[in-house]
Each structure stands twice: as structure tokens, then as C-alpha cells.
T-cell receptor, first 113, second 110 residues
């Protein structure tokens, strides 16, 4: 039962353009969402998060949008840079519940020069 | 900066061997986690611990056990390694916010 789904295994974007990574979830109890970035042979690093009381959170080139009615969130990167090439994981949790995060399958983003 | 250190970056073991993966954190965080990462499956939670000597099963605990004797150390144990346990193992810790991950341990079971 995949509660957090990233349906695109890979995405290729031209440098300077916008990258949009998508994530869907099925558990309506999730109220906190995070994006992690992972380079090969390294652990994931936290990128940005959003609480369910918001529909948008922005941090520099990174913006996360949350659509609660559609149970969908997206990560926008603009402008995309070669260093953004990595695997991106979406994750969700219930703030007042168990401490674990549920992760999606990941999307490999490649930024082409 | 939070530092999460995993004892081995790369291991090669034989089927049936006992394997210990160790993780140490330096931030006095209560919560520690073991995940495995496999292509197309993302990160799946094996076990987590919210206090010394406390442990909870995650989504895929079969074939694994854990030990948390000290707050800073969380060990993952494969009692009898099998080829389907070949994977990248990631330890993480959390205080009140997001997870902080170690660099990972890539285990190959032959």
C-alpha cells in the first residue's frame, strides 16, 4: 500500500527552465510534507517542507505547493541548475502521530546544459 | 550541524552471515530510524526508536532487528543475511523537525 506516490521515475529539464516534480498521497491524515534531495552515494538532505495549513511555501529557487483537496503536492525549481540533478523524494507524516515519515519512490531529475 | 555517522560505507557479506550496521548521532536526538533504499521503491522504514531501549517496527522489519543501548547509537542487525537484503541502508535522526540522514551503507549479500 503505497501511501505516497511519485509517478514519474525520471524527469529531464533544460538548464534555466522550470522543473516541476509531483507527488500524490492517499492518507488524508497526513498534515506535514517534506521534500528531500539525494545525490549518489550520499544520504538524503532536507530541502523544503509545508504544513497542511498552508498551500505554498517558498525558499529561494524552491517552492512547494500543496493541494489538499486533490491530495497532491509539487516542488517547483526555478531556474533549474546543473547542481539540481539528483533524486528527489517526497515524504509525509502525521504531526501528532507516530514519528515516522512515509516516502515516495523518488524522481530522478536531470538538468541538461 | 547535525552529524549522523554510519560505520561502514560499503560491505560485502555472504548469505547466512550476521551483519551489524551501526549509526551514531551527535545531537542528543531521541528519535532514530533505519531505512533501506531500493530503486523504484523509495525509502522504506525498517525500524525506529524513540528512546533508549525502545524500538518500534517499521513497514519492513522482517529479517532485521535493532539495538539501542545508548541514546546516540542505533544498530541494525541482520541475523542471517540473504541476497534480497542487498540494498542501501540509511540511518536517520530527528529532534523536533526534519530527518537528518547519514551517508548510507551499501550492503551487498552474495
Amino acid at each position: 500500500d503505497q501511501q505516497v506516490k511519485q509517478n514519474s521515475p525520471s524527469l529531464s529539464v533544460q538548464e534555466g527552465r522550470i522543473s516541476i516534480l509531483n507527488c500524490d498521497y492517499t492518507n488524508s491524515m497526513f498534515d506535514y510534507f517534506l521534500w528531500y534531495k539525494k545525490y549518489p552515494a550520499e544520504g538524503p538532505t532536507f530541502l523544503i517542507s509545508i504544513s497542511s495549513i498552508k498551500d505554498k511555501n517558498e525558499d529561494g529557487r524552491f517552492t512547494v505547493f500543496l493541494n489538499k483537496s486533490a491530495k497532491h503536492l509539487s516542488l517547483h525549481i526555478v531556474p533549474s541548475q546543473p547542481g539540481d540533478s539528483a533524486v528527489y523524494f517526497c515524504a509525509a507524516k502525521i504531526l501528532q502521530g507516530a514519528q515516522k515519515l512515509v516516502f515516495g519512490q523518488g524522481t530522478r531529475l536531470t538538468i541538461n546544459p | 550541524d547535525v552529524k549522523v555517522t554510519q560505520s561502514s560505507r560499503y560491505l560485502v557479506k555472504r548469505t547466512g552471515e550476521k551483519v551489524f550496521l551501526e549509526c551514531v548521532q551527535d545531537m542528543d536526538h531521541e528519535n532514530m530510524f533505519w531505512y533501506r533504499q531500493d530503486p523504484g521503491l523509495g525509502l522504506r522504514l525498517i525500524y525506529f526508536s524513540y528512546d533508549v531501549k525502545m524500538k518500534e517496527k517499521g513497514d519492513i522489519p522482517e529479517g532485521y532487528s535493532v539495538s539501542r543501548e545508548k541514546k546516540e547509537r542505533f544498530s541494525l542487525i541482520l541475523e542471517s543475511a540473504s541476497t534480497n537484503q542487498t540494498s542501501m541502508y540509511l540511518c536517520a535522526t530527528r529532534g523536533t523537525g526534519e530527518l537528518f540522514f547519514g551517508e548510507g551503507s551499501r550492503l551487498t549479500v552474495l
